[in-house]
């Protein structure tokens, strides 16, 4: 079992940044992929960008250039950094893991355990 907490969503204006972190309960460097979706009410959950142990990124195409995803394995934490928001940004941001396989990473059902959420709201 691995225990996810995600911290720092809050109410930011369009052209602000946010940083979201996500705590793991068991060594990061353990978990071969840490990944963040995003949800809106009546929407399926979205990928936004998953990292791998060994190093390797990838981003929705919703994201890339603006938000930048990191993990320190000294304090078994993930961060999203997210720059340029946009109201289109605005969604409750969950952090998730996963262990194996690399493929469908940008499939929620794939990942094995997840966090609460963090509540991200960019105004225009």
């Known amino acids: 079992q691995v225990q996810l907490v995600e911290s720092g969503g809050r109410l930011v204006q369009a052209g602000g940044s946010l940083r979201l972190s996500c705590a793991a309960s068991?060594?990061?460097?353990?978990?071969?992929?840490m990944g963040w979706f995003r949800q809106v009410p009546g929407k399926e959950r979205e990928f936004v960008a998953i990292?791998?142990?060994?190093?390797?990124?990838y981003y929705a195409d919703s994201v890339k250039g603006r938000f930048t995803i990191s993990r320190d394995n000294a304090k078994n934490t993930v961060y999203l950094q997210m720059n340029s928001l946009k109201p289109e940004d605005t969604a409750v941001y969950y952090c998730?893991?996963?262990?194996?396989?690399?493929?469908?990473?940008?499939?929620?059902?794939?990942?094995?355990?997840w966090g609460q959420g963090t509540q991200v709201t960019v105004s225009s």
């Open positions: 990292a791998w142990s060994g190093g390797s990124t």
């Open positions: 068991k060594p990061t460097f353990r978990i071969d992929g």
């Open positions: 998730a893991a996963r262990y194996g396989s690399r493929s469908r990473y940008g499939d929620w059902d794939s990942y094995d355990y």
